[in-house]
């Protein structure tokens, strides 16, 4: 008898716990800053929340860019390379007809389906 009482307490404490939380997602992409250019980095340019965040999260360390901003933001967003998302050509002006292609699936989409909000 003692042991049904404690397999229904492990059952009420099991069923109690809750799930593992979502991480929150926080990504900066800043044009024409240099690697050192925040305080994490040794450097003297003082960035305290930056810092907060880098010694708190993850840092990506190594990611292709380009001398342009667009296709470097595709590449970022769809996790392929510039060539494949079809941004080579440097960066879209307001008044140009083009984009990601639609059927590009981007890093807020798989977050989404993984049960993420925004």
Known sequence: ?????????????????????????????ADDMGYQDVGFRDSNI?????????E????LENHYVTPACSPTRTSLMSGRHTIRTGFWRGNVKPTEEWGL????TTMAE???RNGSRP
């Open 1 to 29: 008898m003692p042991s049904l009482w404690l397999l229904a307490l492990l059952a009420v404490v099991a069923g109690q716990q809750q799930q593992p939380t979502k991480p929150h997602i926080v990504v900066i992409v």
């Open 56 to 59: 708190e999260g993850v840092i």
């Open 110 to 112: 798989m977050l989404k």
């Open 46 to 54: 003082q960035t305290p929340n930056l810092d907060k965040l880098a």
């Open 101 to 104: 292609r639609l059927n590009e």
